[in-house]
Structures are given as structure tokens and as C-alpha cells.
């Protein structure tokens, strides 16, 4: 359920830039946002998603699989 998994997602981790980031990249997941343009110039997650962060990427993938499991 997507909001449970938002809840515990924002509920797990204290800091509010890296809850962002995991939620973007959850959301990314189940929606597919980054290939209708939802990072586009953020400068953060669109390396992440589109450019030389594939380690972030996977840091952050690995992370919310493990706080959903």
C-alpha cells in the first residue's frame, strides 16, 4: 500500500533531505516520475536518476528495500 510505505519511509529516518531522497526515489519505483520530467533540474536527484550517481542510486534503492521488507 503506498501510503504505508510513504509512512514508514518518513518515519524511519531523522533526517529530513535524506527522507526526500529516499521517498523520491521510492516514488520513482512505483510510478516512474523521472521519465515524465519530476527531476528535471533538481540538482540533487537528477544526477541520481539520469546521470554519474549510479552508486548513490543504489545506496538509495538498497535502503528503501530494506526499510520496506
Known sequence: MLRQDVYS???LVD???EAAKL????LNDVLGLSGNGWF???PVLEPVFF??????RDRLETAVK???S
Do not use: K
Request: glycine content about 10%; proline content about 5%.
Open 9 to 11: 519511509i518518513v518515519s
Open 15 to 17: 533526517d529530513p533531505n
Open 23 to 26: 521517498l523520491c526515489c521510492y
Open 40 to 42: 528535471d533540474d533538481d
Open 51 to 56: 546521470g554519474d550517481g549510479v552508486q548513490e
Open 66 to 68: 530494506q526499510m520496506l
